[in-house]
């Protein structure tokens, strides 16, 4: 998921991570804001799930159109 900084996205995807981590509130979600040397998609905020993995792409739509 390539997310650029804006700071109305960041408050987006912090919204979007307290909604989902109230479907399992004694496990924690992570937020990493990563920057790149490579090409600026490579840029964004990446999730993790409450194993500490990415989170599952079936939710990369349900989050853009809630970033959006």
Known sequence: ??????ISDRFSVGA?????????PSLCLGVV???SHNKIC??????????GN???MHYENVLEK???
Do not use: H
């Open 66 to 68: 809630f970033v959006m």
């Open 16 to 24: 979007f991570v307290t909604i989902l981590n109230k479907t399992n």
């Open 1 to 6: 998921l390539c997310i650029y900084f804006l």
């Open 42 to 51: 490579d840029n964004g905020i990446k999730i993790t799930n409450f194993s």
């Open 33 to 35: 804001m990563s920057a």
């Open 54 to 56: 990415m989170l599952e």
